[in-house]
């Protein structure tokens, strides 16, 4: 429901926490495991970090409820890492979303020009991808009959669409990025730089393709025009969609120079680019634009060094407890090993891949960035588990 309904992140993550306080008697007296522990360390304290707004020592962001968001998130990791969450239900889950994003993605394109959901076209074209990803992965599970995976396919295929249809050009930078996470479906170094180097020249093959599509090819050629015209106007052209990003990153990282410690807090970095605007170092149009379009930028001028580092804290952590080693594999049969991979890998995707959408994006800056975050990884992390506890019983 995460793209396809209004509020169907928010919708998702209810039915999870209820489901959890409902089933406090099954799981409260269940040992938690070490990987369970960091990971609910991890959440409570992002949630502590993000709630503060860093404009003092004590101060709290009034209008952001992360504490909320990842407290509920840790709530719901606790629970399903005892109950579990059965492993078809995220698939069909992966299914039923890819599928409703591409049906809204070519309503709103015919429509209204560009699909968003019910977010932004950014945030939608993003988390789209990543679903594609996904429902790509899945799809290799040669113990799946052989209809389920190919409407995994067809699922991914329905989510690249929706990206296609939401023109969010920064996002498309992934592409490059999954076949270096593909290549970990094989153990074997060589075989994993041939699958490497095939996959890299069927994304650029793919990628030429798709520029040849008039829209598409129109928005690339925008892209180039407007970069081109913002170095060569110096800064004149920041009021358009490239310029005014360009301008904002060097607005923003300015801003950090300032203070860069614990750079300008939340309140604090409005007042700054009012003044840099004021004595003419920036233009005005970037008093309303409501941040840089860009989270490591973002970070470093309303909290400094201290926020980039909490920020690469965020996505190492969730990586380095989804990332598949040799070791972690034995934790299951070998009759779940591919199974359990793909698991690992779609769950390593997500850090990975918000990395890279927030190079041109503020991922975290609206709730369904967190919600998709939290909620994602609570889910992969669950199934991980019901598959390690099989060999536990057996």
């Not at 962001?61 to 078809?88: P, Q």
């Not at 004595?279 to 989270?295: C, F, I, Q, T, V």
Request: net charge positive; glycine share 8%; proline share 3%.
């Amino acid at each position: 429901m995460c793209l396809s309904l209004p509020g169907g992140y928010s919708v998702g993550a209810l039915v999870a926490v209820l489901a959890a306080l409902c089933a406090i008697p099954t799981w409260r007296k269940k040992k938690i495991d070490a990987d369970t522990k960091w990971f609910l360390f991890f959440f409570l304290a992002v949630g502590l970090l993000w709630s503060h707004s860093f404009d003092g020592w004590w101060t709290w962001s009034s209008n952001n409820d992360a504490g909320l968001r990842y407290g509920l998130g840790a709530l719901c990791l606790v629970a399903s890492s005892s109950i579990f969450i059965n492993t078809r239900f995220l698939r069909w889950g992966l299914i039923v979303g890819a599928l409703g994003a591409a049906v809204l993605a070519i309503f709103q394109h015919q429509t209204v020009g560009r699909a968003e959901g019910f977010t932004n076209a950014i945030r939608f074209g993003d988390i789209a991808l990543s679903i594609a990803f996904a429902c790509a992965c899945f799809a290799t599970l040669r113990n799946r009959p052989t209809w389920e995976r190919s409407l995994l396919v067809v699922a991914a295929m329905a989510a690249c669409l929706a990206s296609l249809l939401s023109m969010s050009r920064g996002g498309w930078l992934v592409l490059a990025v999954f076949p270096m996470l593909w290549i970990l479906f094989v153990e074997e170094v060589q075989t994993r730089i041939k699958l490497g180097g095939s996959l890299m020249v069927g994304v650029v093959l793919v990628c030429w393709v798709a520029f040849q599509v008039p829209v598409v090819e129109t928005r690339v050629q925008t892209a180039l025009e407007q970069t081109q015209r913002y170095w060569e106007d110096g800064g004149e052209q920041a009021q358009t969609s490239v310029g005014a990003r360009l301008e904002h990153w060097r607005l923003s990282w300015r801003l950090g120079l300032d203070k860069p410690l614990t750079g300008w807090g939340d309140k604090g970095v409005k007042e700054g680019k009012r003044a840099y605007v004021e004595r003419g170092d920036a233009h005005p149009y970037m008093l309303e634009m409501a941040h840089s379009h860009n989270e490591f930028l973002e970070m470093w001028s309303r909290r400094g060094a201290l926020g980039v580092l909490m920020l690469l804290g965020i996505y190492a952590v969730p990586a380095f407890i989804f990332y598949p080693t040799r070791q972690r594999l034995t934790k299951v049969a070998s009759q779940d090993r591919q199974h359990y991979l793909a698991l690992r890998i779609v769950g390593l995707s997500l850090p990975v891949c918000y990395v890279v959408y927030g190079l041109t994006e503020t991922f975290f800056d609206l709730s369904i960035g967190h919600m998709f975050y939290i909620f994602s990884m609570v889910f992969f992390f669950s199934a991980m588990k019901s598959l390690e506890m099989k060999v536990k019983n057996a």
